[in-house]
């Protein structure tokens, strides 16, 4: 009876010692019934980063534009005369860095009046924004060098008698500042608006006539103008593999 009853005892032990190791068991995972982990959604990328990957800029701008100018000039006989004259220019730009532009321009105002204008001038565009902003405004300031062919009438010989038409050649050095705004119309091509103005310090070295403007005479003459252009800047395509209409 004593060998049964350890028997008995020891059996009870076994069977409670796997039920505890039992219930201490993981369960095994069940493959293609778990959790897929997800990643968070990558930021949208704005319609000017998406431009900047799309095209890369040149560092050239090309521009033509219309020009209407008001020029003041002293007269033969000792006041100043007003004339606004229409002509066109062209623009050239180069980017030196992020805002600002090496500019060389060359002008010629030619019609509405007896004043012919010329110039030449080289200096720089600051433009604050990125180039890539639908508007943008920009800051000019450069140096000149102005061509001037002026008609006006002089008293004749003694200061008696009827007045006598006059051409008065010119030549001088200057300064241009100006303001104005370039609208994007496509990423190659833009549109431009400008005033300036203009302040030369001129020589007379011909006069067609003898008379109260002798050659060698020097006087200041004042420009305001406006400005409107058409912009062209190339731009290449970048990623051309991945376009699917390439």
Do not use: C
Not at 217 to 243: C, E
């Amino acid at each position: 009876m004593r060998t049964r009853a350890l028997v008995a005892v020891s059996l009870l032990a076994v069977a409670a010692v796997a039920s505890q190791l039992s219930a201490q068991r993981l369960p095994t995972p069940r493959i293609g019934r778990g959790t897929v982990p997800t990643t968070d959604e990558l930021p949208p990328t704005s319609p000017e980063i998406g431009r900047n990957l799309a095209y890369k800029r040149a560092n050239w701008t090309a521009e033509g534009y219309a020009l209407f100018a008001t020029t003041a000039v002293p007269d033969g006989a000792g006041g100043a005369s007003t004339f606004t004259t229409f002509g066109t220019g062209t623009h050239a730009a180069y980017r030196l860095t992020r805002m600002i532009d090496g500019t060389v321009d060359l002008t010629a105002s030619t019609s509405g009046s007896p004043v012919l204008v010329g110039t030449a001038e080289v200096g720089a565009r600051l433009a604050p924004l990125p180039y890539d902003e639908q508007v943008q405004p920009f800051f000019d300031l450069r140096g000149s060098y102005g061509y001037m062919q002026n008609n006006f009438f002089a008293p004749g010989p003694g200061g008696s008698g009827s007045p006598m038409q006059q051409i008065r050649y010119n030549r001088g050095l200057g300064g241009v500042a100006g303001a104005g705004f370039a609208f994007s119309v496509t990423p190659s091509l833009g549109v431009t608006t400008e005033l300036s103005a203009m302040r030369s310090h001129m020589t007379t070295f011909r006069v067609s006539e003898p008379g109260t403007v002798p050659a060698g005479s020097t006087y200041w003459m004042n420009t305001y103008r406006f400005a409107i252009g058409l912009t062209y800047t190339r731009m290449t395509p970048l990623h051309m593999n991945q376009n699917p209409r390439g």
